[in-house]
C-alpha cells in the first residue's frame, strides 16, 4: 500500500476505535475546550478595550492638549490659546467658514453602575458648538440635542444602558443644580458612547472654570497637521501640543492596553502550556494502549511513518473538536456582554464595551489549539513509530 | 508511613503519565494561585483600610472647593476626633517645557501625618516643618528623581498665581517621608497648608478636601452622613466616605474584574479536574488485579480506597504546591502592570484545600467501582 493510503487506513481504524477509549480522548477534547474558551474570552477583552478606544481615531483630526499634557483632562488651555488654535492654518472649514474645532473641557459625574448599584464616574465632556460636525461618526439617535445656556446634556448610548438615571428626562446632580437628559447619541467605535455630553461654555460657567482642558480640530487633510503645528509652534505664548488622533490614543490608553495585553498572553500561556502536558498525556496513554495494535500492524506492512502520522492525525482532530467545543462554549457564554471598567477619558471614569469574539480572535485560538494537538501528539507518535514490534508482541 | 514504599511504587509505575499529570497540576496551581491572587489582593487592601479615618471631598468633582471655616464646623461634630485639610499644588520644576511635574499636598502636616498611617514621617522632619512655613518634605523617591537633596531650595512654576504676580513657588526641602506600603514608588512633597494659602491669588481659604478620624469606628456611616448633611443644599455638596469603602470602591471601579477571574479559575478547576480524574481513573482501573489482592489478603474496603487515596494526594500536593510556589515567586512581576497580586498562606492554604479535593474526587468515582467488585472478578482481571 502507497503511505497516504496507508496513513486513512490506520487513521480510519484509530477514530474508529475512539469511543472505546472515550475518557482518554475527551480529555485532549476537554483540555482543548478549556484553553480555547479561556483564550478567547481574555483575547477578546484586550482587543475589544483597544479597539474601543482606537478605533475611533482618524488621521485628519488632531487633539491639542497644554504642552507636557499625556491626558485630555490634566493640564489647561486659556480662552486666548483655545482662539490662537481657531485661527491655525490647515484647519477644515465648514460650508460658512467657520473652522471645525471644539474646545472642550472634561469633568466627571457620579452615577451608579445599574448591574451592581456601585457609584462610579462617566466622563463629562463639555463641547464646542462644532464637536457633532468634527465627529460625523456620531449620530443623535433620540431626544434632541442640548440647547448652549441651558443646564442640558447628552448621554451616550452604552452610558445611558449601562448607569442608572441617564435617560431622556433623568435629572443628574452636577454642580450648580440638575443637569436634564435631552437626548441620546450614538458611533464610532464606541468609546464615546461610555460619555456625557454638554456645552462647554455652559459646563464652564457652572463649574467657575475659566480654560478648557483640551481641543479636537478636522484637519484639511492629514498632510495639514504640519502647518498647524508650525503655526502653533512659532507662537511663544502658546504652550500647546498638537496630536494626531490616532497617536493620542494610542498613547492615551496605553497603560491598560499593557494590562491587559499581559494579562491574556500570561493567562493564555500558563493554559497553554497545562493543555500541552494533558494532551501529551493523553496520546502516550492512547499509544501505550495499543502497543499491540501499533506492533501488529507494523508487523503485517504498515510502515512507521504511516503509524506517526496517523497518530499525530488523531490528536489534531481531537483538539479541532475541542477547539469547536471551546469556541462555542466562549459564544454562548459571553459574546455580547457588555464590561463596565477604568478605561475612560478621566483617570477614574468608567469606559463601558462589549465583548465581541471577531473572527481574528477565533483564528487565533484555534490554531493554538491545532499546534496543542500537533505537539502533544508528536512525542507519542514517534514513540509509537520506534517501538520495537517484536517486543511489544511479546508483551502481550 | 509503612505504606509509602508502595504508594511510591505505585506512582511509578508509569513514570510519563505520572510526570505529565503531576506538570498539568502545577501548572494549573500556578494559574489559580495567580487568579486566587488578584482577588486577595483587592480583599486585602479593603480589609486593611481603617474604618475609622474618614475623607471628606466635593460630591461634584471640579466643583467649587470647601471654605476652610468647616474645619472647625466638622470638628465639633460628635465623634470626630482630629480633621486636618488638603490642598494641591502643581508644579513644574527647571525648564517648565519638560514634563517634570511635581505634585505637592498642602496640610497642616502635623494632623496629616496622624491621619495617613499609610506614610512614615520622622519627629525631626515634622518639626522642621513647623519651624520653616516654606518647608517642604519629599520622598526618597522624589528627591532622587530631581537629584534634591534635603536642604535644598527648589522652585516649582504653578498655575497657581502669586500674591507678587509670579508664578513661582520656592520651598526649602526640610526632611523626608515615605509610603509605608510602597516606598520606591511615591512621588510627591508635603507643604504647608498656611503658606500656600496666604501667598495664593485664587481659591483663598479653601481646601479640596478634609480628612477626618472618628473615634468610634463602627460610627463611620452616620459621622459621614453627619458631615455630608453641613454642606448639603450649598454649591459645594460633599461626600465623605471611609478609607475601607473608598477601598471597595476602588475595586468596583475596575469592573467585574471578580467576575472574570472567578470564570477563568471555574473553567481551570473544572478542566483540572477532568484531566486528572481521567489518569487516576486508568491508573486505578489497570491496577484492579493488585488492589484486589490486597482485599483477598483481608484489608478493608476502606483501607483499599484510603491507599488509593492517599497515592493520588502524594501525587497532587507537591505539584500543586510547586504550582503554588510559582505563583508566589511570579507574582511581584506584575506588580507594575496590574497592581498588587497576593499569594498569601490564605490562597496557599484554599489552593492546597483544593488540590486534596480533586484528589478525593478524581479517586472516588473508580474507587466505587472497585469496592463493588466481588475479589474473584477482580483477580481474574488483567
Known amino acids: 500500500m502507497a503511505l497516504p493510503a496507508q496513513i486513512l487506513a490506520v487513521t480510519t481504524a484509530n477514530v474508529r476505535s475512539i469511543p472505546r477509549r472515550l475518557g482518554n480522548s475527551l480529555v485532549i477534547v476537554v483540555g482543548v475546550a478549556g484553553v480555547v474558551a479561556v483564550l478567547i474570552l481574555v483575547l477578546t477583552m484586550f482587543v475589544g478595550f483597544r479597539t474601543t478606544i482606537e478605533g475611533d481615531g482618524r488621521p485628519d483630526r488632531a487633539i491639542i492638549l497644554p504642552r507636557g499634557a499625556t491626558t485630555e483632562y490634566e493640564g489647561s488651555l486659556s480662552r486666548e490659546t483655545a482662539a490662537a488654535v481657531m485661527n491655525a492654518p490647515g484647519i477644515k472649514h465648514d460650508g460658512r467658514g467657520r473652522p471645525i474645532v471644539s474646545a472642550e473641557v472634561i469633568l466627571v459625574a457620579p452615577v451608579a453602575r445599574k448591574a451592581d448599584n456601585s457609584d462610579v464616574n462617566v466622563t463629562l465632556r463639555g463641547v464646542g458648538g462644532q464637536y457633532f460636525v468634527m465627529r460625523p461618526e456620531l449620530k443623535l439617535v433620540s431626544g434632541r440635542m442640548f440647547h448652549p445656556g441651558n443646564q442640558e446634556l447628552l448621554a451616550g448610548t452604552s452610558a445611558s444602558a449601562e448607569f442608572a438615571g441617564l435617560d431622556i428626562g433623568k435629572q443628574v446632580r452636577l454642580q450648580d443644580g440638575d443637569w436634564t437628559v435631552v437626548g441620546t447619541f450614538a458611533g464610532g467605535n464606541g468609546a464615546r458612547e461610555s460619555e456625557l455630553v454638554a456645552d462647554a461654555l455652559t459646563v464652564m460657567s457652572a463649574y467657575k472654570l475659566d480654560a478648557f482642558n483640551t481641543m479636537g480640530v478636522m484637519l484639511e487633510s492629514p498632510a495639514t497637521i504640519a502647518s498647524i503645528k508650525e503655526a502653533l509652534a512659532g507662537d511663544p505664548t502658546l504652550q500647546v501640543d498638537v496630536r494626531a488622533e490616532p497617536e493620542y490614543l494610542a498613547t492615551a490608553s496605553d497603560g491598560v492596553n499593557r494590562m491587559l495585553r499581559l494579562v491574556a498572553y500570561a493567562i493564555g500561556s500558563i493554559m497553554a502550556l497545562g493543555a500541552l502536558f494533558a494532551a501529551l498525556n493523553s496520546m502516550s496513554s492512547a499509544v501505550v494502549a495499543r502497543t499491540v495494535e501499533i506492533a501488529t500492524l507494523r508487523a503485517i506492512g504498515f ?94 | 508511613m509503612r505504606f509509602f514504599p508502595l504508594l511510591w511504587a505505585g506512582l511509578w509505575r508509569r513514570p510519563t503519565r505520572s510526570v505529565l499529570t503531576g506538570l498539568s497540576i502545577a501548572v494549573a496551581f500556578l494559574l489559580l494561585g495567580l487568579l486566587e491572587g488578584v482577588n486577595a489582593g483587592f480583599s486585602k487592601a479593603i480589609a486593611e483600610a481603617h474604618r475609622d479615618l474618614l475623607v471628606t471631598r466635593t460630591r461634584v468633582r471640579g466643583g467649587a472647593p470647601m471654605p476652610i471655616s468647616a474645619l472647625a464646623t466638622i470638628q465639633s461634630i460628635p465623634g470626630v476626633r482630629e480633621v486636618t485639610q488638603r490642598a494641591y499644588l502643581m ?83 526640610v ?90 479559575m471555574g473553567a481551570v478547576l473544572f478542566t483540572l479536574a477532568f484531566l486528572t480524574g481521567n489518569t487516576l481513573r486508568q491508573s486505578i482501573h489497570e491496577r484492579i488485579p493488585e488492589f484486589a489482592v490486597l482485599k483477598a489478603v483481608g484489608y478493608s474496603d476502606a483501607r483499599v480506597l484510603g491507599l488509593a487515596y492517599a497515592e493520588a494526594l502524594l501525587l497532587y500536593m507537591p505539584a500543586a504546591a510547586v504550582g503554588l510556589m510559582l505563583a508566589y515567586l511570579a507574582a511581584p512581576l506584575a506588580k507594575e502592570d496590574i497592581g498588587s497580586i497576593v499569594v498569601s498562606p490564605a490562597v496557599a492554604m484554599s489552593g492546597l484545600a483544593c488540590a486534596a479535593l480533586l484528589a478525593l474526587v478524581g479517586t472516588a468515582l473508580p474507587a466505587l467501582s472497585l469496592s463493588r467488585m466481588a475479589i474473584v472478578d477482580a483477580l481474574r482481571r488483567r
Open chain 1, 303 to 396: 510502515s512507521p511513518s504511516a503509524v506517526a502520522v496517523s497518530v499525530l492525525i488523531e490528536a489534531l482532530l481531537l483538539a479541532l473538536l475541542g477547539a469547536v467545543v471551546g469556541v462555542a462554549v466562549a459564544y454562548a457564554a459571553f459574546n455580547g456582554a457588555t464590561i463596565s471598567t477604568l478605561g475612560g477619558a478621566v483617570w477614574d471614569s468608567q469606559l463601558v464595551y462589549s465583548l465581541t469574539i471577531t473572527r481574528s480572535v477565533t483564528v487565533t485560538a484555534v490554531l493554538l489549539a491545532c499546534a496543542l494537538g500537533l505537539l502533544g501528539g508528536a512525542f507519542p507518535a514517534i514513540r509509537a513509530a520506534r517501538s520495537n514490534v517484536a517486543d511489544a508482541l511479546h508483551e502481550s
Open chain 2, 175 to 264: 526632611g523626608t517621608f515615605d509610603s509605608v506600603k510602597n516606598p520606591a514608588n511615591a512621588y510627591f512633597g508635603i507643604i504647608n497648608y498656611s503658606y500656600l494659602d496666604e501667598y495664593r491669588v485664587e481659591d483663598r481659604g479653601t481646601a479640596e478636601a478634609f480628612y477626618e478620624r472618628i473615634a468610634d469606628p463602627t460610627k463611620a456611616v452616620t459621622t459621614a452622613a453627619a458631615i455630608d448633611q453641613i454642606f448639603a443644599n450649598s454649591s459645594h455638596e460633599t461626600r465623605t466616605q471611609s478609607d475601607q469603602e473608598r477601598a471597595e470602591f476602588q475595586a468596583k471601579q475596575l469592573g467585574n474584574v471578580q467576575f472574570f477571574t472567578n470564570a477563568i
Open chain 2, 91 to 173: 508644579g513644574a520644576y527647571g525648564d517648565p517645557l519638560l514634563k517634570n511635574m511635581v505634585a505637592a499636598i498642602a496640610t497642616d502636616p502635623a494632623v496629616f501625618f496622624q491621619l495617613r498611617p499609610g506614610l512614615t514621617v520622622t519627629k525631626q522632619s515634622l518639626r522642621a516643618m513647623r519651624e520653616n512655613r516654606s518647608g517642604m518634605l519629599a520622598t526618597p523617591a522624589l528627591l532622587q528623581q530631581f537629584g534634591w537633596r534635603v536642604g535644598d531650595a527648589v522652585t516649582l512654576r504653578s498655575q497657581i498665581l502669586k500674591t507678587d504676580g509670579s508664578r513661582d513657588w520656592t520651598f526649602n526641602i
